[in-house]
């Protein structure tokens, strides 16, 4: 079987290429120089010589505030590109993984979020993931679209390395306690693909959309204190709760996107991660340089 990597340098890209992968698979890689999703039409090209299986996209644009500024280029990456991938997998006869949000959702629910709850983004961000999501959905029907939140990695920009970074700067951090998540790491999510293709390619599982998190939800503040408490600063910072409010952003963010995960265990057996293991591990990543 042939499995097709899309996105390189990314967290969750990076920790794919990382995996082994059982001796009958071959994997590809692709990064952004070898297919730009800026420019939808020319991924065929890209795609179709290496004739894939199963693809895997692990690409988009990220950066959520930037996108209310950019939302033309944040829809061409995240809307239009993933619905060219559907129509290319479906014609050449290749299942696809995709990687979606939780930001779909508009955190005004009072429990965790299933996948079927009604989607209502927030953000530029949040409705080009809807889009993604959808062009998939209508142009084909072998795919899994997994969706995650809060992704941190040893490597890459994410709210560890920024905490990190501003908690050897700054004597006090104050952190959003009024929003609530779950922390997920970018090595779980790529050992939670590389499973659900191996189960779909031996014909377990189900076709559809999943929600794959860590268990033990918080907020960013409790995540930074977490990571405050377990990189032991010279000296720590004093961390100061704060609301939403107080800290104005160009996107909007939803007060709540708990994902519910009980799907992705009934159909694959995949339970939730503790985030706390996860954070351990990458710290020590860090600390190794
Ligand atoms: N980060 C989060 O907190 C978060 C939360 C929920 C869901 N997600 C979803 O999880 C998935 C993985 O996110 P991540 O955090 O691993 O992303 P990331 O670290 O920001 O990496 C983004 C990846 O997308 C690729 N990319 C960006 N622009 C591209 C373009 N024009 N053409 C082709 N490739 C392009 C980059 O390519 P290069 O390798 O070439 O640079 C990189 O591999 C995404 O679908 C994201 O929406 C992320």
Same mark, same amino acid.
């Given at each position: 079987m042939r499995v097709l990597i899309l996105g390189k340098s990314g967290q969750v890209s990076r920790e794919l290429a990382r995996l082994s992968w059982p001796g009958q698979i071959d994997v590809f890689q692709l990064g952004r120089d070898a297919c730009d999703f800026s420019s939808p039409s020319t991924i065929a090209s890209a795609i179709e010589p290496i004739a894939p299986d199963f693809v895997i996209n692990a690409a988009a644009y990220t950066a959520v505030d930037r996108a209310e500024s950019e939302p033309g280029l944040a829809m061409a990456i995240n809307g239009d590109a993933p619905t060219e991938i559907a129509r290319i997998c479906e014609r050449i006869g290749a299942a696809?993984? !995709?990687?979606? $949000?939780?930001?779909? =959702?508009?955190?005004?629910?009072? *429990?965790?979020y299933v996948e079927d709850d009604p989607v209502c983004p927030l953000s530029v961000y949040g409705r080009t993931k809807e889009a993604g999501e959808g062009g998939i959905r209508s142009n084909?029907? &072998?795919?899994? /679209?997994? &969706?995650?939140?809060?992704? =941190? %990695?040893? !490597? *890459?920009?994410?709210?560890?390395?920024?905490? @990190?970074r501003l908690g050897a700067e700054r004597p006090e951090l104050?952190?959003?306690?009024?929003? !609530?998540?779950? +922390? $997920?790491? %970018? &090595?779980?999510?790529?050992?939670? @693909?590389?499973?659900?293709?191996?189960a779909r390619a031996d014909g377990r599982g189900a076709w559809g959309t999943f929600h794959f $998190?860590?268990?033990? +939800?918080? $907020?960013?503040?409790? =995540?930074?204190?977490? /990571?405050?408490? *377990?990189?032991?600063f010279a000296s720590p910072p004093k961390m100061t709760p704060i609301t939403t409010a107080e800290y104005p952003t160009p996107a909007a963010r939803p007060a709540?996107?708990?994902?519910?995960?009980?799907?992705?265990?009934?159909?694959? *057996?995949? =339970?939730? +991660?503790?985030?706390?293991?996860? @954070?351990?591990n990458v710290l020590a990543e860090v600390k190794m340089g």
């Open positions: 696809l993984a !995709h990687i979606s $949000t939780d930001y779909v =959702f508009d955190g005004r629910k009072a *429990g965790a084909m029907a &072998r795919y899994v /679209i997994v &969706r995650t939140s809060w992704v =941190f %990695a040893g !490597h *890459g920009a994410n709210f560890v390395k920024t905490m @990190l104050r952190v959003v306690a009024d929003q !609530h998540g779950a +922390p $997920t790491s %970018a &090595r779980d999510i790529a050992q939670t @693909l590389q499973k659900m293709v191996l $998190t860590s268990r033990e +939800p918080t $907020t960013w503040y409790g =995540f930074a204190k977490a /990571i405050n408490e *377990g990189v032991g709540n996107s708990v994902l519910d995960c009980s799907r992705i265990q009934q159909e694959f *057996g995949i =339970f939730q +991660p503790s985030w706390r293991d996860a @954070l351990s």
